[in-house]
T-cell receptor, first 113, second 114 residues
Framework: AQSVSQHNHHVILSEAASLELGCNYS??????LFWYVQYPGQHLQLLLKYFSGDPLVKGIKGFEAEFIKSKFSFNLRKPSVQWSDTAEYFCAVTSFGNEKLTFGTGTRLTIIP | DAGVTQSPTHLIKTRGQHVTLRCSPI?????VSWYQQVLGQGPQFIFQYYEKEERGRGNFPDRFSARQFPNYSSELNVNALLLGDSALYLCASSSQAGSTYEQYFGPGTRLTVT
């Protein structure tokens, strides 16, 4: 069975700081990886996704993530955060033949102006 | 274009009652999935339907059931409600079934069981 771990439960940063949120997954086969974001009062929306190819993927709003197969990781990064990045961030995985999204527990990001 | 819509927005029920939640997918999308998000947790998969057939079921009791209609809208039914069923119920649609198709989420239905 596939599973996802997000070890940072709550991250507090000042504006312009760099961000890295950890995501590790557990599954032995080929995976598809996703980062979703949930802004306060809004629905879940896709930030970026990795299916194959270049392990460094770029998403919306300046976010990027790197797939490191040997570490079973898919960490989310942003070089300079803004107050508007305050939100809950979820890492998720699907796999061939297992289409359901398996989510991590989420990381709450608070940006201090 | 309208996104995924869900109704009602909020719902308060009493233990033992039954509830029906509704979802309309994005126009042209044939797959609908349901997720339960308990406060402080990530969404957990409940069901997936594609072309009106159940394609996947998560680890939820038989009190949970769902169906998809010919217009691809979907209902999630929960019988004999427990306090632990209090959660945000999310519906997601995708154009096709398959692990690489992006799922688009609706705003959710907030269910409170008292």
């Amino acid at each position: 069975a596939q599973s996802v771990s997000q070890h940072n439960h709550h991250v507090i940063l000042s504006e312009a700081a760099s961000l890295e949120l950890g995501c590790n997954y557990s599954y032995g086969g080929t995976v598809n990886l996703f980062w979703y974001v949930q802004y306060p009062g809004q629905h879940l929306q896709l930030l970026l996704k990795y299916f194959s190819g270049d392990p460094l993927v770029k998403g919306i709003k300046g976010f990027e993530a790197e797939f490191i197969k040997s570490k079973f990781s898919f960490n989310l990064r942003k070089p300079s955060v803004q107050w508007s990045d305050t939100a809950e961030y979820f890492c998720a995985v699907t796999s061939f033949g297992n289409e359901k999204l398996t989510f991590g527990t989420g990381t709450r990001l608070t940006i201090i102006p | 274009d309208a996104g995924v819509t869900q109704s009602p927005t909020h719902l308060i029920k009493t233990r033992g009652q039954h509830v029906t939640l509704r979802c309309s997918p994005i126009s042209g999308h044939k797959s609908v999935s349901w997720y339960q998000q308990v406060l402080g947790q990530g969404p957990q998969f409940i069901f997936q339907y594609y072309e009106k057939e159940e394609r996947g079921r998560g680890n939820f009791p038989d009190r949970f059931s769902a169906r998809q209609f010919p217009n691809y809208s979907s209902e999630l039914n929960v019988n004999a409600l427990l306090l632990g069923d209090s959660a945000l119920y999310l519906c997601a649609s995708s154009s096709q079934a398959g692990s690489t198709y992006e799922q688009y989420f609706g705003p959710g239905t907030r269910l409170t069981v008292t």
